[in-house]
């Protein structure tokens, strides 16, 4: 018994499906978003987008109590709220940091889909890169 099956068991099934869906569209953007971050024109764009993915995820793990998903995703938000405080592009180790988080963010897209336990988070990636580092 997986994440999808305690889903559906606590929840209508329309709204564990809609909710996969949405979730499902936010992962496949993601990436071509966090890549931006590096490309001085699309930089505030990116950031406002991806602020607003990762408040989506939150809210919506939130109230589908997928805890792990939820802490993880207002963690990111979190730090991306202060990417968008900053008018320059961010360095390559942020970008790098980024990707590795959506990652398991799209592991938990396979993880629900094939009805697994969620991946455990590497504990790596719970330290935050130093945004003054441009490399």
Known sequence: MGIRTNLD????????????????????????????????????????????????????????????????????????????QRDEVIGEHTVTWLLEISDIFAQWQTDIREDNDLTRIKYSLLNLPDLDDKT
């Open 9 to 84: 068991a606590e929840f209508d099934y329309e709204i564990v499906d809609e909710f996969y869906d949405h979730y499902s569209m936010m992962i496949e953007s993601m990436e071509v978003m966090i890549l931006d971050l590096s490309k001085e024109t699309l930089y505030k764009r990116s950031t406002d987008e991806l602020f607003r993915v990762f408040h989506n995820i939150k809210s919506a793990s939130g109230y589908l109590k997928i805890t792990q998903m939820n802490r993880l995703a207002q963690f990111v938000e979190e730090f991306l709220d202060e990417l968008r």
